[in-house]
Nanobody, 122 residues
Framework: QVQLVESGGGLVQAGASLRLSCAASARTFSSYAMGWFRQAPGKEREFIAAIKRGGGGSTYYGDSVKGRFTISRDNAKNTVYLQMNSLKPEDTAVYYC??????????????WGQGTQVTVSS
């Protein structure tokens, strides 16, 4: 099973940017599709973004973040990133990195990170 460790969360004001990182333990990281999800208090976990395996993996986004968030990967560093711009208070949540089979423009997670808190103040 792949071990995933997120970092980069924090408290920011509305309109600011943050970049989350997720370091993976996989020996063949480039062969894994990766994704980001989030969960706000009292809400279900929500798909944010996914990137297919390989060097130029195709990317997919949830409707709530399209045009503001960007997922990318650095296979040499075994790391996937989530660049978050124009943050809104409704983006406040715990953000999770995940890996699993790619399906229907998302991934079906079989490994999760521990999560990192992002709080956006108004």
């Amino acid at each position: 099973q792949v071990q995933l460790v997120e970092s980069g969360g924090g408290l920011v004001q509305a309109g600011a940017s943050l970049r989350l990182s997720c370091a993976a333990s996989a020996r063949t990281f480039s062969s894994y599709a990766m994704g980001w999800f989030r969960q706000a208090p009292g809400k279900e976990r929500e798909f944010i973004a996914a990137i297919k395996r390989g060097g130029g993996g195709s990317t997919y986004y949830g409707d709530s973040v399209k045009g503001r968030f960007t997922i990318s990967r650095d296979n040499a560093k075994n790391t996937v990133y989530l660049q978050m711009n124009s943050l809104k208070p409704e983006d406040t949540a715990v953000y999770y990195c995940a890996t699993g089979p790619f399906q229907d423009k998302t991934i079906v997670p079989d490994s999760w990170g521990q999560g990192t808190q992002v709080t956006v103040s108004s």
